[in-house]
């Protein structure tokens, strides 16, 4: 099966500490579709975290305003999340795909852990 989406760059960090995600979309996807990052945390939905328009407008949800950056570089056709004073509750799975409608199969996404 071809992986359209892959995500990248999760770990275990502080609270207040910073990651940056990444997600590495095929060519064509990422260039037609509005891309998302997406949160799943343990015993919870997947929730939309922030979305970045095929021209770079950008809109975050208020639980992350002020603390993550989405960004796309379109010469790598990769997504990037900046997360900055990461929180307990940022503590979930990552993933990203096309919005408002989730386009492909879900990649495994890529594990946040903020824990002291």
């Known amino acids: 099966q071809v992986q359209l989406v892959e995500e990248s760059g999760g770990g275990l960090v502080q609270p207040g500490g910073s990651l940056r995600l990444s997600c590495a979309v095929s060519a064509i996807i990422f260039r037609l579709n509005i891309m998302g990052w997406y949160r799943q945390a343990p015993g919870k939905e997947r929730e939309l975290v922030a979305t970045?328009?095929?021209?770079?407008?950008?809109n975050h949800v208020d639980s992350v305003k002020g603390r993550f950056t989405i960004s796309r570089d379109n010469a790598k056709n990769t997504v990037y999340l900046q997360m900055n004073s990461l929180k307990h509750e940022d503590t979930a799975v990552y993933f990203c795909?096309?919005?408002?409608?989730?386009?492909?199969?879900w990649g495994q996404g890529t594990l946040v852990t903020v824990s002291s």
């Open positions: 970045i328009s095929r021209t770079g407008d950008t």
């Open positions: 795909n096309t919005h408002p409608r989730a386009l492909v199969a």
